[in-house]
């Protein structure tokens, strides 16, 4: 094989992005755990560290972004570079499954386990009656060792709403990538657009509903085992929604510029990827934390 026939693969310069975005994730972390930690008091600045973090990590992220446009778009990619990126992102995705499936599995551990073994099932030993004999095995658990009370979610409401829309969405992203394919730019970018406006509507509908709950319904972070799963996974999924709508809008401007063929667009088809990644994982919750 002569050497022309070699495809070249672009190593790209030494980057800071990923000290950025490893700086950002760790002012979350801080700052979220401060920020819980202190609910009840109000105090300390964890807040306002999350807030840091995260604002942070969307300057990493649209930064990081203009750089690889900018590769992409100068012709340094291959066919080789191409399939390092599918497999990054088939990575990327695979690690994303494992971080909801932690949190699905302490639900179902505190749902199918703990609560069951505190009401007295399976346990010889009655260490149950020690350590809350008034304790009733239910779900969803609504009351605390405290003594107070919350109300559960129901699914109906702004959840089935949400459920209807990201569903929806799921279809219109499939609908722009179908328009991508056969190079309908206008109904690329009617598709696209209106799955970006149907994500931004979940984002605030899930806002309102955290409003209700805390204002209306007194559950709250602090409310249980029931409270700290129900916000665990439905606020991780909210982050992830805002990441996607993110990335939908960065595909979105790109399409705006003349950006993609039918031929060369795995950027597009990445985000498509994670979008319906987001909305599988939202059925579950809707099923498993709403539902059930």
Avoid: C
Wanted: charged share 10%.
């Amino acid at each position: 094989m002569s050497s022309k026939d070699y495809e070249t693969y672009y190593v790209p310069e030494q980057s800071h992005w990923p000290i950025v975005g490893a700086l950002a994730l760790f002012l979350i972390a801080i700052g979220a755990g401060s920020y819980v930690a202190n609910l009840d008091t109000g105090e300390g600045v964890g807040g306002y560290i999350l807030l840091a973090g995260i604002a942070l990590i969307i300057y990493m992220m649209f930064g990081w972004f203009t750089n690889v446009i900018d590769e992409s778009m100068s012709g340094k990619y291959s066919a080789q570079m191409d399939t390092s990126f599918r497999q990054g992102m088939s990575w990327f995705i695979f690690s994303e499954v494992m971080f909801f499936a932690a949190f699905f599995g302490a639900l179902f551990y505190a749902r199918m386990l703990s609560v069951p073994w505190l009401g007295g099932e399976g346990n010889n030993f009655e260490t149950w009656n020690v350590l809350w004999p008034e304790f009733q095995a239910s779900w969803p658990l609504i009351k605390t060792p405290a003594g107070s009370e919350t109300e559960a979610m129901g699914w109906y409401g702004l959840p089935l709403i949400n459920t209807i829309l990201l569903l929806t969405s799921s279809f219109t992203a499939h609908f722009a990538h179908v328009a991508l394919e056969h190079n309908k730019r206008a109904a690329l970018k009617a598709w696209l657009g209106l799955t970006i406006i149907l994500g931004s509507i979940f984002l605030v509908l899930q806002v309102v509903e955290y409003q209700h709950a805390y204002a209306e319904m007194d559950l709250t972070l602090t409310s249980g085992i029931y409270g700290n799963t129900f916000y665990m996974l439905t606020g991780f999924h909210g982050m992830h929604v805002t990441l996607g709508t993110i990335m939908l809008i960065v595909m979105f401007l790109r399409v705006s510029r003349g950006h993609f063929t039918p031929d060369n667009h795995f950027a597009f088809q990445a985000t498509s990827w994670y979008w319906h990644f987001v909305d599988v994982v939202w059925v579950l919750l809707f099923v498993f934390v709403y539902i059930l």
